[in-house]
């Protein structure tokens, strides 16, 4: 049986935890302690008890996390219309139009081959409908299928916010 844990400890905690890891020197009691920086990529691995979940009835759950603060930096493509091109540009993505799409031919080769070159994808609001019939279901099956993007929305705020998104699910 898991007590209630208080946010204001678990986050001084998981602050002092990566300044730690950052070198920076913290207070453990009353002793000041310095950090090491440590030279690869560390990860924090996080368990979560749900309540109320029961798992014979519900098969399967998934969900977005936003992140206050963007963990990596990631490499994002975007699938963009033909006015939606300078846009992309101008956030310095990579991009493709549909032609670059329609080249692809639903190659399951070449579409897993895009899939892998990039971290997440963004898509111009009006080909969203046609991204599934242009690649067929790659990129959903790498769990990688584009986050619309409206012609009034900022691109690079779109890109920090697919950036600083972690995506979990439950499968049975």
């Known amino acids: 049986n898991m007590s209630k844990l208080d946010t204001a400890l678990v986050e001084s905690s998981v602050e002092k935890i990566l ?26 691995e996080l368990q979560i008890g749900l309540k109320n979940y029961d798992p014979s009835k519900d098969k399967r759950f998934n969900g977005v996390v936003t992140l206050p603060h963007m963990p990596r930096t990631r490499k994002i493509c975007m699938l963009a219309s033909q006015a939606d091109l300078p846009r992309a540009e101008a956030a310095g993505l990579d991009k493709m139009a549909v032609e670059d799409l329609k080249k692809l031919k639903k190659n399951k080769k070449l579409v897993k081959k895009l899939a892998k070159k990039y971290d997440g994808f963004l898509a111009s609001q009006a080909m969203i409908r046609q991204i599934p019939r242009l690649l ?37």
Not at 142 to 155: L, M, Q
């Open 136 to 172: 067929g279901p790659g990129l959903s099956r790498a769990g990688k299928f584009p986050t619309p993007v409206t012609p009034t929305e900022d691109v690079s705020a779109k890109v920090v916010e697919v950036c600083s998104s972690v995506k979990f699910q439950m499968k049975k």
């Open 19 to 44: 300044a730690y890891a950052a070198g920076e020197e913290i207070v453990i009691g009353a002793k000041n302690v310095a950090g090491k920086k440590r030279n690869f990529l560390e990860t924090i």
